[in-house]
């Protein structure tokens, strides 16, 4: 009798643990910027300056469960000119930071200020910095990172 009883239970049980998909938490962790990217070039549009860095030169990270993006300079003197050339208002540090979408576009928030549009994949991130904020006027920069 116990065993009529609990048949349907286990039944569903099984239906319920046996449609859980891997696949569903590989998508959330493949699109997730969580972790370290390291600055691999910098592209200015308006005067055609590109600067290649050595990874680990300058290194990023993005805590998405607190928020914080930690910047890390490891760099040489040759590369902190470089870096100093292209001063972009965020030093070494950590920061605040948020993802915000409108009209279809990403856009990177470090602490209260937009930095610019913002895309990324599982190992490639790319940040359009521009005039003015939410992806008004000329392009100014190009930040190509990897992890």
Do not use: Q
């Amino acid at each position: 009798m116990k065993l009529n009883v609990l048949s349907p239970f286990l039944i569903l049980l099984f239906f319920i643990v046996s449609s859980c998909s891997k696949d569903d938490s590989f998508e959330k962790l493949s699109s997730s910027i969580n972790g370290d990217w390291y600055l691999k070039s910098y592209e200015h549009s308006t005067n055609g300056e590109n600067i290649n860095f050595i990874k680990n030169d300058i290194i990023w990270n993005f805590n998405e469960d607190l928020n914080k993006l930690t910047i890390k300079l490891n760099i040489s003197a040759l590369t902190l000119e470089n870096y100093e050339s292209i001063y972009i208002g965020v030093n070494e540090g950590i920061y605040d930071y948020s993802i915000i979408e409108k009209n279809e576009i990403s856009y990177l928030i470090i602490g209260d200020d937009e930095f610019g549009n913002i895309s990324f994949s599982t190992n490639e991130l790319k940040v359009n910095r521009k005039e003015a904020p939410y992806d008004e006027g000329n392009n100014l920069s190009t930040w190509n990172f990897e992890n």
